[in-house]
């Protein structure tokens, strides 16, 4: 069965500072990957997605991933935060022709201004 | 709608109640999800429709969970005699497209809070 694992449940940044979110999943076979991120008060909302392809991925908002095959991770990175990227951040895998999301616990970034 | 829409946003439940909570998805999304966040938990994967069938519901933790889409649009997902452990975000996702397309996207609702007493 798959697993994601999210290396830190809260994490609190100045503004400017850089970021990096880990994320691991253990699956065997080949995987679609995806962070999703979580306003307060609003939905999940997807903020870059992996298919295949150049293993570094940009997203919305200046966030960028990596996909590292031989580390099974797949690291969200930003070099500088703002304060409205103070929100819940989720790291999903999906099998290859897979039908449903299977997601870490969560990482809580707050942002200080 | 603009969006996937779920109701009631929050719900409180005696212990033992039925509760049914609704996800009306995007006009003409094929793919419909549940998943159950409880708190301080990612999504985890309840049920999947592909229209009205229900073609994956390897999550649902018990016989007290059903799931349904008669007409393939909105979806109902039920829970009979509610228990304390039930309490959590129930979360749904839509998608236009089956999922054995690559580069699908899913859009999901806010969500409905259960809380059973």
Same mark, same amino acid.
Not at chain 1, 1 to 8: I, P
Not at chain 2, 41 to 70: C, H, I, M, V, W
Not at chain 2, 83 to 104: F, G, H, K, R, W
């Given at each position: ?8 449940h809260h994490v ?27 306003? $307060? ?8 997605? !992996? #298919? ?6 940009? @997203?919305? &908002? ?16 930003? $070099? ?8 819940e !951040? #989720? ?6 022709? @897979?039908? &449903? ?5 969560g990482t809580i970034l707050r942002?200080?201004? | ?117």
């Open positions: 069965a798959q697993s994601v694992s999210q290396h830190n609190i940044l100045s503004e400017a500072a850089s970021l990096e979110l880990g994320c691991n999943y253990s699956y065997g076979g080949t995987v679609n990957l995806f962070w999703y991120v979580q306003y $307060p008060g609003q939905h999940l909302q997807l903020l870059l997605k !992996y #298919f295949s392809g150049d293993p570094l991925v940009k @997203g919305i &908002k200046g966030f960028e991933a990596e996909f590292i095959k031989s580390k099974f991770s797949f690291n969200l990175r930003k $070099p500088s935060v703002q304060w409205s990227d103070t929100a !951040y #989720f790291c999903a895998v999906t099998a290859e022709y @897979g039908n &449903k999301l299977v997601f870490g616990a942002v200080k201004s | 709608g603009a969006g996937v829409s779920q109701s009631p946003r929050y719900k409180v439940a005696k212990r033992g109640q039925d509760v049914a909570l609704r996800c009306d998805p995007i006009s003409g999304h094929v793919s419909l999800f549940w998943y159950q966040q409880a708190l301080g938990q990612g999504p985890e994967f309840l049920t999947y429709f592909q229209n009205e069938a229900q073609l994956d519901k390897s999550g649902l933790p018990s016989d007290r969970f059903f799931a349904e889409r008669p007409e393939g649009s909105v979806s109902t997902l039920k829970i009979q005699r509610t228990q304390q452990e039930d309490s959590a975000v129930y979360l749904c996702a839509s998608s236009l497209v089956i999922m054995t397309t690559p580069n699908y996207g899913y859009t999901f609702g806010s969500g409905t809070r259960l809380t059973v007493v």
